[in-house]
């Protein structure tokens, strides 16, 4: 009698611990899928909060539109900026807005912004801001000492987001409706400039990026669209290709992921069901990075400084935005 209870009582208990073994898998896939391929998130994202309370904003500072900077501690003390940097009053999206013309730079651009930048440092102010630091990370190519001192080795920057708006004016035909998504930036180069570009006339936006290596020439990779020349005295420059049948429209939430790993930079891109829809990657092995330092950038860089009309702006709302080292 008693070795069939226990014979009940055992099969009870293995019952329930594979339900949750099996709940616990289904919600893991799930939270997978929602930072790493993109799916919407904005249900879990409140209206009333403010940037800082939606997202985690402990590792980061921002730019804005005149230049100035933001620093860590006042973005995660609430801060919010009307027409620049704030929540959506709809869906709780964190959204960065650019006026460009006549907006201010900062020492080493030419191009205004509304963007974010990595601070591994948080609130440490005794750590500094550049080199190989606390604050700052380094391939895991680089020197053994270089990855002892700095504050990460390698990294992910994952964004889910929508292009609200782009600029629709400009003396310049390869400028008009240009921005920058997401940058991995170096002390003075690029390893990526992540790009969305739209005509005026078009449908829908291409996606490209850029690769700047330290001693050569740049290079450009289109992953949705053909917009830019990739190669040759032209590279980089909008090619006038017509309105691409794959791009992404403005408003339509799509995902990205940067990877850099040693020598390798790795980019996808997915769609609002979280399917792959491109993906890239880059031999860095010659780029000359791997003692340099580096830190990721998210928000909307503008890459338009012609822009014709004071009215004439640029938007870009996040849903996720998450850094992996």
């Not at 069939?4 to 939270?31: E, G, N, P, Q, T």
């Not at 691409?244 to 997915?270: M, Q, T, W």
Request: proline fraction near 2%.
């Amino acid at each position: 009698m008693n070795l069939k209870i226990d014979y009940s009582i055992k099969k009870h208990l293995i019952y329930i611990i594979l339900s949750i073994l099996f709940v616990a898998i289904v919600y893991a896939c799930s939270a997978h899928k929602n930072t790493i391929q993109g799916n919407s998130i904005s249900t879990k994202l409140d209206p009333n909060l403010t940037p800082s309370e939606n997202f985690d904003l402990s590792h980061w500072k921002i730019t804005l539109s005149s230049g100035k900077e933001r620093t860590v501690e006042e973005i995660n003390n609430g801060f919010t900026l009307n027409n620049q940097f704030y929540t959506d009053p709809k869906d709780g999206g964190m959204v960065f807005k650019n006026y460009p013309k006549g907006a201010g730079t900062t020492q080493n651009s030419t191009y205004s912004r509304v963007e974010l930048r990595e601070m591994l440092r948080g609130n440490n102010s005794s750590i500094n801001t550049k080199g190989i630091t606390g604050n700052n990370w380094v391939f895991s190519s680089s020197t053994i000492e270089n990855q002892e001192k700095a504050g990460a080795i390698d990294g992910v920057l994952k964004a889910t987001l929508k292009v609200n708006r782009v600029t629709e004016t400009s003396g310049s035909k390869e400028q008009v409706g240009r921005i920058i998504i997401g940058q991995i930036h170096a002390s003075d180069d690029e390893p990526i400039r992540l790009y969305y570009h739209k005509q005026p006339d078009h449908r829908k936006g291409a996606i490209y990026f850029a690769h700047e290596p330290r001693y050569s020439q740049e290079l450009y990779i289109n992953m949705i669209g053909n917009y830019v020349d990739e190669k040759g005295s032209a590279v980089g420059k909008y090619n006038g290709a017509s309105s691409p049948s794959n791009g992404i429209a403005l408003d339509e939430e799509f995902s990205y992921k940067i990877e850099a790993r040693g020598n390798s930079l790795k980019v996808d891109l997915y769609d609002n069901d979280g399917k792959n829809i491109a993906s890239e990657e880059v031999d860095m092995t010659r780029s000359g990075f791997a003692n340099d330092w580096m830190y990721f950038k998210a928000g909307v860089y503008s890459g338009n400084k012609k822009v014709l009309s004071s009215s004439d702006f640029e938007q870009v709302t996040f849903y996720n935005l998450e850094v992996v080292h």
